[in-house]
């Protein structure tokens, strides 16, 4: 089974940047990077329980450790996780 994660940007500063994530635009959480620290924070659950929350809080962290690594810290305001 493939993976596939939307990731909309909802907040840049210096220190940290904040994303909704989810399977869909009507099902998102909110994920939290804090640039100073290297930290993945979740500061809204999916509000779905027939989505797993830990299943999609992963893959979007990995997408965005991907634009703070590999692509130089540049967080694009879209973006998805696809496996």
């Known amino acids: 089974m493939g ?3 939307l990731l909309f ?3 840049e500063d210096e220190t940290v940047v ?6 869909n635009e ?3 959480g909110k994920i939290q990077l804090n640039k100073e620290t290297k930290l993945f924070s979740e500061i809204e659950p999916l509000p779905d329980p027939n989505h797993s929350n830990r299943f999609y809080f992963d893959r ?4 965005m450790a991907r634009c703070f690594v590999k692509e130089g ?3 694009p305001d879209k973006m998805t996780f696809e496996s």
């Open 26 to 28: 009507h099902t998102m």
């Open 18 to 23: 904040i994303y909704r994530y989810g399977p």
């Open 60 to 63: 979007a962290a990995q997408r």
């Open 9 to 11: 940007k909802e907040h």
């Open 3 to 5: 993976a596939f994660v």
């Open 73 to 75: 810290g540049i967080f």
